[in-house]
């Protein structure tokens, strides 16, 4: 009996003590769970405001590669408005020398009409003196090359004529302009001729001396005898034979 009233006691008191626990420690353990639910409020919001922010620095990143963008194309934009102010710059230098080219024959061409207005020739008249001063100029040129021609056959006759004063006919070799150059057509073995596709309009003459080569050597050495206009007949001068000369082989002097 006497023990289960110490049971009972023992129960009560253990009761007891848990009332009083709950009781001291319930507010404490109530304040450290507001506690937790403040921080977790805080982190949360923390969490929040940290996502907000990404998306913002995102934002402000995005913005920022497009600003650059729009600078680099402003840049380059720049530079080639720089390039084409620099173009027009010289476009107008140009167009500035020109002009003052152009004033300077307008100041010519007023002269010149003034001149013309003193000398009183009406503007009909102007194109047959034109016309009048082109022909006297070709036959200018005309007469300069024939006088030219005419002193070329001179002082060749007068070449000739010293020659056969000397005595020397038979020997008589007459220069020939530089530049002469034309192929044998024909080859006579027996009477040691050729006939050439060079003649007067070439400017060869008779007794001129031509050689005849084959790939660059020397075939032999001819001496012109009769001249034609495209062509010309010339023997082969003795000594001066050094292979069968061959329709094709080149002539030149």
């Known amino acids: 009996m006497l023990l289960r009233i110490l049971l009972i006691l023992t129960i009560l008191a253990g009761i007891g003590t848990?009332?009083?626990t709950q009781f001291k420690?319930?507010?404490h353990i109530q304040d450290i769970i507001s506690a937790r639910e403040f921080q977790n409020n805080r982190a949360n919001t923390a969490e929040?405001?940290?996502?907000?922010?990404?998306?913002?620095?995102?934002g402000t990143e995005a913005e920022l590669q497009s600003t650059k963008k729009e600078l680099d194309t402003t840049t380059v934009q720049l530079n080639t408005t720089k390039q084409d102010l620099k173009v027009s710059r010289g476009q107008v230098e140009k167009l500035n020398k020109e002009l003052i080219s152009t004033q300077g024959r307008l100041r010519s061409a007023e002269q010149n009409l003034s001149a013309?207005?003193?000398?009183?020739?009406?503007?009909?008249?102007?194109?047959?003196?034109?016309?009048t001063e082109k022909k006297l100029r070709a036959d200018i040129e005309a007469l300069t090359a024939e006088n030219q021609i005419v002193t070329e056959q001179r002082n060749r006759a007068q070449e000739k004529v010293r020659i056969y004063e000397e005595g020397r006919g038979e020997d008589l070799e007459v220069p020939l302009p530089p530049g002469i150059r034309?192929?044998?057509l024909v080859v006579d073995v027996k009477w040691k001729f050729v006939v050439l596709s060079v003649g007067r309009v070439d400017k060869v003459e008779e007794n001129g001396v031509l050689l005849v080569s084959r790939e660059?050597?020397?075939?032999?050495?001819v001496k012109v005898k009769r001249v034609q206009e495209n062509r010309c007949i010339a023997n082969v001068?003795?000594?001066w034979s050094f292979d069968e000369i061959l329709e094709g082989d080149v002539v030149l002097n």
Do not use: C, Q
């Open 18 to 20: 848990i009332a009083l």
């Open 25 to 27: 420690v319930r507010p």
């Open 48 to 58: 929040r405001n940290l996502r907000d922010t990404k998306k913002k620095l995102s």
């Open 116 to 131: 013309w207005d003193a000398l009183r020739i009406p503007v009909e008249g102007v194109k047959a003196l034109i016309e």
């Open 182 to 184: 034309g192929k044998v």
């Open 216 to 221: 660059g050597r020397l075939v032999a050495k």
């Open 237 to 239: 001068m003795p000594g």
